[in-house]
């Protein structure tokens, strides 16, 4: 049954299912606290559920009957016992934008960014429709920025490539707009995604996310002044480029994520990711770019505030 339900035909439901209490146990803490500057907690908690607490008493796991454990508050509580005390929540289309905004007044220890993933955009009969959504969100106090919005070449083919484009460079209008800072999602798409910062003028704060460039793509953002956000993938055994990138990256350039429950990093590669498993990216990082530990985590805090505003 199982190898059966691992095979290309598998459901996202049932992925999800088999995949759901496969959490890797808590990383040591951080010695400063840190940002994750991208995460999904809606689709974390439906694919995998809540993540382990170091703290296990802290939690009545025994209970049969009273309220239910709040999933959100599960996962902001576990990142924050290992020095993750900030989330930025990321949309990707309107329903998930709408959670975010929601999710992040609730939630002192989140904010949000609303968009329409770049796969998405090609995909939506209404685009236009969708994109006044995502504009009416962009001006809430804990709207923080505009993304992931961008280019991918990956998933979507050449002929879904224009409305990505028009839809990438409505993003940027509102950002600019509304003063947010602009959350790029950029699959093999590098030179493309520049030419259009280049030509619409890039917002005040850009974030690379999940910056999957060389050394050379790396040099460039930072010549531009933007942040490059590195994620499970640095500690990958294939990501030497991504290492190169990471150390000609300065440190007031650098940030952290997740994009949990993706790309979750070694040694727990195939696991599900959440935002309590950052040490283990900072640590990659810290070894790459040969920066003390307290040194680094400092400045990811730092340009996670400056990028995202006080929480």
């Known amino acids: 049954m199982l190898a059966l339900m691992t095979e290309q035909t598998e459901t996202r439901k049932q992925r999800a299912a088999r995949r759901a209490g496969e959490f890797p146990a808590a990383p040591a803490p951080l ?7 991208h995460t999904h907690l809606d689709i974390t908690i439906s694919e995998a559920g809540v993540p382990p607490r170091r703290e296990a008493a802290a939690v009545d796991a025994g209970a049969d009957t009273g309220p239910a454990v709040d999933p959100v508050q599960a996962a902001v509580e576990a990142a924050a016992e290992v020095g993750v005390d900030r989330l930025v929540q990321v949309g990707v289309d309107v329903d998930s934008s709408r959670w975010g905004s929601e ?15 770049p796969n998405e955009a090609p995909r939506l009969a209404e685009l236009d429709e969708a994109l006044r959504a995502i504009e ?33 460079r409505a993003h940027i209008d509102i950002a600019k707009r509304y003063g947010r800072t602009l959350v790029v999602h950029d699959r093999e798409a590098h030179a493309d995604v520049l030419r259009i910062l280049d030509d619409e003028g890039a917002p005040e704060t850009v974030v690379m996310h999940c910056f999957s460039g060389d050394a050379e793509f790396a040099r460039a953002c930072v010549r531009r002044g933007y942040l490059l956000s590195f994620a499970g993938t ?12 990471a150390a000609v990256t300065p440190l007031d350039h650098l940030l952290v994520e ?16 959440a935002s309590y498993l950052i040490p283990l990216t900072v640590r990659a990082l810290a070894a790459t770019t040969g920066s003390d530990l307290d040194e680094l ?4 805090s730092r340009t996670g505030e400056r990028a995202f505003g006080p929480w």
């Open 136 to 168: 009416s969100l962009a001006g809430q106090d804990r709207v923080r920025g505009v993304g992931e919005t961008g280019m991918d070449f990956y998933r979507t083919g050449e002929d879904g490539r224009a409305v990505q484009e028009a839809s990438f």
């Open 31 to 37: 010695p400063r606290p840190v940002p994750d500057s």
């Open 103 to 117: 999710l992040a007044q609730r939630y002192p220890a989140v904010v949000a960014t609303v968009a329409l993933h």
């Open 234 to 245: 640095v500690t990958f055994s294939s990501a030497a480029a991504l290492r190169e990138a």
């Open 258 to 273: 997740t994009d949990a429950p993706y790309l979750t990093p070694v040694p727990h590669r195939g696991r599900p990711n």
């Open 297 to 300: 985590c400092a400045a990811l």
